[in-house]
Every structure is written in C-alpha cells, then in structure tokens.
C-alpha cells in the first residue's frame, strides 16, 4: 500500500481520491514515527527522508527486522 501511495503521488494524479485514501489508510496502520515522516515527505518539508529511505522504515517495520535492503538498493524508475 505504501509503494501505491508513492507512485501515486509521483504520477501527480489530476484526481487526488485515491491519492487521499492511500494517505488516510497508511496514516491508520503505521507506527506514529513514520506516520510524521511520511507526512514531512507528502508536504515536501526539506531536510525529511526520501521516499526510499521510508520505504526502508516501512519493510523494517513489516518485517520486524533490520537486513541489508538500505535505500539505494530500491530501483526507481522515471
């Protein structure tokens, strides 16, 4: 669901519905920690994480586990 939001809000929809339920739904399920990052990121608020490094917190967080994945490892397409 994370990585929907994220390509959701890259895209710039011209419709922000889904974009708004993506956002409301992970605002529900994540810790508060990166409830605020995701937040500081959404808004664009500098010196916040990137959209990889949160989606690091979020696979440690669902993992319960820290491995080797970091945020360089993730591929992000233009």
């Known amino acids: ?3 929907e939001l994220f390509a959701e809000w890259t895209a710039k929809p011209p419709n922000f519905k889904r974009l ?10 994540l ?6 990052e995701l937040s500081k990121r959404l808004s664009n608020v500098t010196d916040t994480k990137d959209t990889k ?7 440690r967080y ?3 586990e820290t491995d080797a994945v970091e945020a360089q ?3 992000h397409f233009q």
Do not use: F, K, Y
Not at 21 to 29: D, G, H, N, P
């Open 1 to 3: 669901m994370i990585a």
């Open 20 to 29: 708004n339920q993506l956002t409301w739904e992970a605002s529900l399920w």
């Open 31 to 36: 810790p508060a920690d990166i409830v605020l």
């Open 53 to 59: 490094e949160l989606l690091v917190d979020v696979r």
């Open 62 to 64: 669902l993992t319960g």
């Open 73 to 75: 490892h993730i591929i």
